[in-house]
């Protein structure tokens, strides 16, 4: 063990005359036990906020969708896709693990005796994972689709069902226009869900894809879009660059008949991942604002550490020691109140988040975060780099401050009491 690291660990921090640690001592060690549970805080609750708001989205829409490319020149073309045996493998090609579903999406007007509203009546087929849905039911249960009795059971939110005065059981019309004319078609509410994401829960309605393809008379293979799900996050990107050439390819190849739209959630759900990149500056100002208070209770400390141990440093540079390793001692010594600040620290913050993950002690208001609670995704790799960074930087902070001990004079600081 090298001579600076055994002085320090065998050096109490209570002062020659005194029986206990010094206030600033302890003010250091809250200080930055309180700094690294708030940033520790913030970085969960950014996390969690992206991972509900990430997972709200794709939940209604998709992580990528690919569409007929719409033409303006061609107001008559088939704006519909089929999802055959080609398409299907080009996807899989792209991205091997990701699950493809057929939808489609049209305006719908619900209609009761004394009220009525406009909704996007969204059919899924038989491929859809309803997991999303199922997570924020609230009453009733989600159609077995495969049986046909069913094919007319839809799925509404909580906010349309509050509107049209609607329950589980009820009968509705639903009213299409199509073709210059209007087509009702007679619904059952299966179920009522909600997700508390307002835009979507005012406007989306779920059944099944056959009702829709009927209504269209179109093939069971055809829908207005086809979705993929299943892919990590951060693959989304490339997978939908990848696809775009790969679509681009075939068309051009004769192995595809038409070129398709392919866009990802991070283009149509942009306003909500603009908000939360405006969240990740507010984490930034919370990183800098607490290691710099972090920081600056650890350099008061130094001083009241030195300033009680003057005596020391001049019998031990009169013993030979150096100004480098008296400054390696006293960093190593305030490096131990950061590991006791970052050992209690993390066992209030691990708590405070644990707590709050399982049973959501802090609400939110809906309207305006769309959630109805503080959300917390615990990161165990970013809690590890946090605290490496909290020590590095309050190592390199202290240097400086150390320098102090190259002043005292061991001639006069001998008789210094």
């Given amino acids: ?19 206990k640690a010094s206030p600033s001592i302890n003010i250091a060690v809250a200080g930055t036990s309180l700094a690294i549970v708030i940033m520790m805080i913030a970085i969960a ?62 305006p719908c007007i619900l209609k009761t005796d004394d009220n009525f509203m406009g909704v996007v009546m969204k059919g899924m087929d038989t491929k859809h994972n309803w997991e999303f849905i199922s997570q924020n039911l609230v009453e009733g249960d989600i159609p077995d689709y495969t049986d046909s009795e069913n094919a007319n059971k839809i799925i ?25 004319n209007i087509r009702p078609r007679k619904y059952e509410i299966a179920a009522i869900y909600e997700s508390h994401f307002g835009e979507y829960d005012q406007l989306m309605v779920f059944c099944n894809i056959g009702t829709l393809q009927r209504l269209n008379n179109i093939d069971d293979n055809k829908g207005s879009h086809v979705e993929i799900r299943g892919l990590a996050i951060d693959d989304i990107d490339n997978a939908t660059v990848d696809l775009i050439s790969q679509i681009y390819n075939d068309n051009y190849e004769n192995k595809l008949s038409k070129i398709y739209n392919v866009e990802n959630i991070f283009y149509r759900g942009a306003v909500y991942f603009n908000w939360l990149n405006m969240l990740d500056m507010n984490v930034i100002v919370i990183l800098i604002l607490m290691t710099i208070v972090s920081c600056f209770t650890l ?56 707590l709050q993950s399982h049973y959501h002690i802090f609400p939110l208001d809906p309207e305006s975060y769309y959630l109805s609670y503080v959300p917390i995704k615990i990161n165990v790799l970013h809690i590890i780099l946090l605290n490496l960074g909290v020590i590095a930087i309050s190592y390199l902070t202290l240097i400086l401050p150390s320098k102090l001990v190259a002043k005292i004079n061991p001639a006069q600081t001998i008789k210094y009491e």
């Fill in 1 to 19: 063990m090298k001579f600076e690291l055994f002085i320090a660990r065998r050096l109490s921090f209570k002062g020659d005359n005194s029986q």
């Fill in 45 to 106: 609750v950014i996390l969690g906020f992206k991972h509900e708001i990430r997972e709200k989205v794709v939940g209604f829409d998709a992580q990528i969708t690919v569409s007929p490319m719409p033409n303006q020149y061609d107001i008559s073309q088939e704006q519909t896709i089929t999802l055959n045996d080609t398409l299907t493998s080009l996807i899989s090609a792209v991205a091997p693990n990701a699950e493809i579903s057929l939808a489609i999406k049209q």
């Fill in 156 to 180: 509404i939110s909580k906010s349309i069902a509050s509107k049209l005065n609607l329950k589980v059981s009820d009968k509705i019309y639903g009213y299409y226009f199509l073709d210059n």
């Fill in 299 to 354: 350099i008061s400390s130094m001083f009241i550490i030195i300033l009680e141990r003057v005596n020391m440093i001049g019998v031990m540079k009169a013993m030979g020691s150096t100004d480098k390793q008296l400054q390696q001692i006293f960093i190593n010594m305030t490096q131990r109140l950061v590991i006791k600040g970052l050992i209690i620290g993390n066992i209030i913050g691990l708590t405070i988040l644990l």
